[in-house]
């Protein structure tokens, strides 16, 4: 065997750990693109659908078919805080008053997940067992306001005065690739409840 065979051989084997190498770091880059393209749609969605749901209750704040079962819409928010509500509601359209109850979980509820932040946003209606699912909650913050438009400082208790609430709201993925978290935050300024007003 010849010198010149041996730098082909070993020509072969530098190109090939090259070629071998490039191949590696673009299926690595493929594989980073697909996860975190399909972890931003995920949260889009779970974004979507958990601002669809809080939109739809907090605007029946007050709300019921039978008016007379909550004559004084001022007083139907029974507790406010800056990641809790609960308020008097008819959810269902049914003429009976409902107690909606919405708050933030502790985050070491989460720990089984990629994601150090996450957390469950609870759903309570008139007491029963709580509902809630794991779409990546990471920030669910409430701003109240009075008549005047100034902010009030929670926690607020029965008849506080609210007539307007700001809600923030951040969803980040569960699981990432290599730690990089998508978010995505949905704030709504100002949401008044027509219920809120005095009749």
């Excluded at 709580?130 to 005047?148: M, P």
């Excluded at 569960?174 to 005095?198: C, G, H, P």
Aim: overall charge negative; hydrophobic content about 35%.
């Amino acid at each position: 065997m010849g010198f010149t065979t041996i730098l082909d051989i070993l020509g072969s084997v530098i190109i090939g750990g090259v070629l071998m190498s490039i191949a590696f770091r673009f299926s690595d880059s493929i594989t980073e693109k697909t996860y975190n393209n399909s972890g931003e749609l995920t949260i889009q969605q779970n974004l979507a659908i958990s601002a669809q749901i809080i939109e739809y209750d907090f605007r029946k704040i007050g709300y019921c078919a039978d008016w007379t079962l909550i004559p004084d819409p001022m007083k139907a928010i029974l507790y406010a805080d800056s990641s809790e509500i609960k308020f008097y509601s008819d959810i269902d359209s049914d003429g009976n008053v409902d107690s909606v109850h919405y708050y933030l979980g502790p985050i070491s509820e989460l720990s089984s997940t990629g994601n150090p932040r996450d957390r469950l946003l609870y759903r309570v209606l008139n007491g029963e067992q709580h509902k809630s699912a794991n779409l990546g909650i990471t920030q669910f913050r409430l701003v109240y306001f009075d008549a005047l438009g100034d902010t009030i400082n929670p926690p607020i208790g029965h008849n506080g005065g609210i007539v307007s609430i700001e809600i923030n709201l951040t969803v980040e993925n569960t699981e990432a690739y290599d730690q990089k978290y998508s978010k995505a935050f949905w704030r709504q300024i100002r949401m008044v409840s027509r219920n809120l007003r005095n009749r």
